[in-house]
């Protein structure tokens, strides 16, 4: 089945704990990202990656790190967490074809850092 | 950036034609409107996509005006598994590598009622 999956699902630490959020998808994927979605902001881009080894900074970047060395891994780094990255988490990936293509969102990660 | 506008919730009634409506006012001739859906807390879900010519597929249907300006996604027969934020979403390209960003705005809360 093709699908985007994330680990943990859920998932509370402390402020400062390093903690990493995987992220893989088995459709041979060029195309990831990650999105935060908070209430009243809706869904914000962190980081994308267009292909392994190409990442750049999206919308919210601050407090995050991301990797590409596999093409179907995509894992979001908090290497010090803070309160104010409580958030509800979100991968997604798709094929890099303009004009359209299709984005699949895994299934989120919920995380509450105390 | 093209920027949409939707209503901030909708009801319909189950099994009744469910009739969402965007308006893209500042749409340009190359962008693409985009739907995706978000049941509770789920992850995203792509329904549909279109530039000038409507569109159907086993989801739903899409209208756009022939000015492009606005669109309609109508759900044929909604069922209570349809109730959800509907995001209507116009493509906006990152400059290179024909990816793309999706920026989900807060999107509209149907609510299918029995």
């Known amino acids: 089945e093709a699908q985007v999956t994330q680990n943990p699902r859920y998932l509370i630490t402390v402020t400062g704990k390093k903690l990493t959020v995987t992220c893989s998808q088995n459709?041979?994927?060029?195309?990831m990202s990650w999105y935060r979605q908070d209430p009243g902001l809706g869904l914000r881009q962190i980081y994308y990656?267009?292909?392994?080894?190409?990442?750049d900074k999206g919308d919210v970047p601050e407090g995050y790190k991301v990797s590409r060395k596999e093409k179907r891994n995509f894992p979001l780094i908090l290497e010090s967490p803070s309160p104010n990255q409580t958030s509800l988490y979100f991968c997604?990936?798709?094929?890099?074809?303009?004009?359209?293509?299709?984005?699949?969102f895994g299934p989120g990660t919920r995380l509450t850092v105390l | 950036d093209a920027k949409t506008t939707q209503p901030t919730s909708m009801d319909c009634a189950e099994g009744r034609a469910a009739n969402l409506p965007c308006n893209h006012s500042?749409?340009?001739?190359?962008?693409?409107v985009y739907w995706y859906r978000q049941i509770h807390s789920q992850g995203p879900q792509y329904i549909i996509h279109?530039?000038?010519n409507n569109e159907t597929n086993e989801m739903a249907s899409l209208i756009i005006t022939e000015d492009r300006k606005s669109s309609t996604l109508i759900l044929p027969h909604a069922t209570l598994r349809d109730t959800a934020v509907y995001y209507c979403?116009?493509?906006?390209?990152?400059?290179?590598?024909?990816?793309?960003?999706?920026?989900f705005g807060k999107g509209m809360k149907l609510t299918v009622n029995p």
């Open positions: 979403i116009v493509r906006v390209a990152i400059t290179q590598g024909g990816s793309e960003k999706l920026v």
């Open positions: 500042t749409i340009s001739g190359n962008e693409y």
């Open positions: 459709m041979n994927h060029e195309y």
């Open positions: 990656s267009m292909n392994v080894e190409v990442t």
């Open positions: 997604a990936s798709s094929f890099i074809l303009a004009p359209y293509n299709e984005q699949f």
């Open positions: 279109g530039l000038k």
